[in-house]
């Protein structure tokens, strides 16, 4: 499973055949940018669906909506050019919940052509797309009082790993450990739904193996972490 990832900026990337087999194409971006893609931010509505142009204005602050439209034009912009369609022509669904099979679970391309997987943290996103369910998550670092409010959470054998370390590296390993279990998540579809502490993922330097599921960890700037997750 190729874990290379690329950088999505303001010109219009070089995008190339949509992945198959176990092959996974993974994108990072800077939301702050002005443009992503080819396209301005500030013409963003012309190629967004009416769902997402909602959720946008739904943001009271500036930064947050700016960041929700650069990821989601950055999306369209990688998608459309797997599928040889223009950014604002991809149709996107939600597919069943697999925890109670309402209309709410992991977003998806009508057809299900391609996969794929959308995160976000601070000022960067993460996307990857696959020919198999996928899952990204990228994490900024918690705060060490997050660490200890999410400490007792994980499956137990975590929680032993992270509190054996000290204080100091706690934040990086927790950051480790979260983005694998998010990864996971999103790529099942179950999102928190079910707790966090399934399933043990480990906060080593390599993450524990997940039937089922190819799990490997991303190359991420200084302060966060990223993972990956593709049902085998």
């Known amino acids: 499973m190729s874990t290379y990832v690329n950088r999505l900026g303001e010109d219009l990337p070089r995008i190339g055949a949509a992945p198959a ?10 939301t702050t940018l002005d443009a992503v893609g080819g396209h301005r931010i500030d013409e963003a509505p012309a190629i967004l669906d009416a769902g997402e142009r909602e959720r946008a204005a739904l943001m009271v602050r500036a930064g947050d909506r700016h960041r929700y439209l650069a990821s989601h034009v950055g999306l369209r912009v990688l998608l459309g050019g797997y599928l040889g369609q223009a950014p604002q022509d991809v149709v996107l669904v939600r ?9 709410h679970g992991r977003p998806a391309v009508a057809g299900g052509e391609v996969h794929f997987s959308l995160s976000h943290s601070g000022d960067l996103a993460y996307l990857a797309f696959a020919a198999a369910p996928v899952g990204v998550d990228v994490e900024a670092l918690p705060s060490a009082a997050a660490v200890e409010d999410v400490l007792t959470t994980l499956h137990p054998a975590e929680t032993a790993e992270l509190s054996a370390l000290p204080a100091a590296e706690r934040a990086e390993a927790l950051s480790r450990v979260w983005s694998r279990k998010e990864a996971y998540f999103k790529g099942t579809g179950t999102g928190l739904a079910l707790g966090v502490a399934e399933p043990y993922v480990g906060a080593g330097a390599t993450p524990s193996p997940v039937p089922g599921w190819h799990l490997t960890d991303l190359s991420a700037p200084p302060g966060y972490a990223a993972a990956l997750a593709l049902r085998a």
């Open 21 to 30: 087999g176990n092959a996974v194409a993974v994108w990072s971006l800077d």
């Open 95 to 103: 597919e069943d919940c697999p925890c109670c099979d309402g209309p």
